[in-house]
Structures are given as structure tokens and as C-alpha cells.
């Protein structure tokens, strides 16, 4: 059974705090997302990954970045937490191949930034 | 502005009735996918259609394509309880390279 998993499911911050949401699948697939997920807006991509130590901007990588040391790990970081990065994160893989597959999500972390 | 676009925002309907939500596009596609979303949780591939298929079905589900009028439908038959969620179109499109470009959503409520 393919798993995405995030390392927490609700987590509170204070302004400027340094976060680290991380993301590790079990599926050995080349590609990792980061995206935010706000109401009305759907998934914004922050940032992906298509192999380790590769990464590519999003949609909206600004105030965020990310880490793939290992092919199965890949992390995005908040350098200095800000009150409009509270939001749900969802981090999903996919493998690789000529065109687009479908793509596995975790579970989501809800951060809120006080 | 996003790709892809469902419709309607929200929908509610009874246990049994059936659930139809569209979604438009704006550029020539590959494929698209949708996915459901229940209430706090991460998303759950549905189905995928490429742009030369006009018409899947998988179990309750039956996903149509319009590549003339680039939109697309999602059918949901005898529709149960367990089906609220919300629902999202994505887009693979060239012109976006690898990535799947998502649609706000529909919140479907299937009231027993």
C-alpha cells in the first residue's frame, strides 16, 4: 500500500520562527510536491522536486524552501514564520516517465502562525 | 488565475441522487485528473482522462471530456453519504511542464 506520510498533522508557530515540515514516501518515486492549500483557492504549488538535491520553483515559492538529500525525504522550510503562511500544507509524489501521472498525498499539516 | 475551474462551488443534494460537477480549463491539455478530498485530510486520486478519451467510468464514477469546449465532468451516481468531500479537477498541460495544475473545488454534501 503507498504511503506519503508528514511528520506532523497540526502544528502551531510563532512569528519568525523557523518551521520544518518534512515528507517521506515509501513508494521510491522521483517527483515531491509542496503545496498550500487555502480556501477558495485550491492547491498552490510551493515547490517541487524531481530528483535528490534538485528543486524547482512553483507558483508561490516566496518566504519558503525546500531540502531533497534523500530521494525518499523531501522537506520545505519556513525561514521566518509569518502570519499569512498559516494555511494546510500538502506535500505529494509521483513517479517519473513521459507524461504526468497521478500524484499521492499525505495527510496534510495544518500550521497556524500566532 | 487557475487552470482549471469547478462547478458549482458547493452542492448538496440527497442520499441516492445523483451528483454531477464540471470543471473548465483555459489551455490544451494532456490529460486531467480528479481527486476528492474529505474534510482535513490530503487528496485521493479519482480518475485520469487523457485528451484523446471522451468518456471513463470507474465504479459509480463517469468522467466526460470536451477537449472543443475544454471542459470536463465528473458524475457521481446513487451518491451515499460517505461521497462528502470536496472534489478537484487538475490539469496537465504543456504549457505548465511537469506539474498538475489544480481547480479550487466543489464541496459536495450528500445529506442522508
Known amino acids: 500500500d503507498v504511503k506519503v506520510t508528514q511528520s506532523s498533522r497540526y502544528l502551531v508557530k510563532r512569528t519568525g520562527e523557523k518551521v520544518f515540515l518534512e515528507c517521506v514516501q515509501d513508494m521510491d518515486h522521483e517527483n515531491m510536491f509542496w503545496y498550500r492549500q487555502d480556501p477558495g483557492l485550491g492547491l498552490r504549488l510551493i515547490y517541487f522536486?524531481?530528483?535528490?538535491?534538485?528543486?524547482e520553483k512553483g507558483d508561490i515559492p516566496e518566504g519558503y524552501s525546500v531540502s531533497r538529500e534523500k530521494k525518499e525525504r523531501f522537506s520545505l522550510i519556513l525561514e521566518s514564520a509569518s502570519t499569512n503562511q498559516t494555511s494546510m500544507y500538502l506535500c505529494?509524489?509521483?513517479?517519473?516517465?513521459?507524461?504526468?501521472?497521478?500524484?499521492?498525498f499525505g495527510p496534510g499539516t495544518r500550521l497556524t502562525v500566532t | 488565475s487557475q487552470q482549471g475551474e469547478e462547478d458549482p462551488q458547493a452542492l448538496s443534494i440527497q442520499e441516492g441522487e445523483n451528483a454531477t460537477m464540471n470543471c473548465s480549463y483555459k489551455?490544451?491539455?494532456?490529460?486531467l485528473q480528479w481527486y476528492r478530498q474529505n474534510s482535513g485530510r490530503g487528496l485521493v486520486h479519482l480518475i485520469l482522462i487523457r485528451s484523446n478519451e471522451r468518456e471513463k467510468h470507474s465504479g459509480r464514477l463517469r468522467v466526460t471530456l470536451d477537449t472543443s469546449k475544454k471542459s470536463s465532468s465528473l458524475l457521481i451516481t446513487a451518491s451515499r453519504a460517505a461521497d462528502t468531500a470536496s472534489y478537484f479537477c487538475a490539469t496537465d498541460a504543456r504549457e505548465y511542464g511537469n506539474k498538475l495544475v489544480f481547480g479550487a473545488g466543489t464541496i459536495l454534501r450528500v445529506k442522508s
Open positions: 505529494a509524489s509521483t513517479g517519473s516517465g513521459t507524461g504526468v501521472y497521478e500524484q499521492y
Open positions: 489551455t490544451s491539455i494532456n490529460n
Open positions: 522536486s524531481y530528483d535528490v538535491k534538485m528543486k
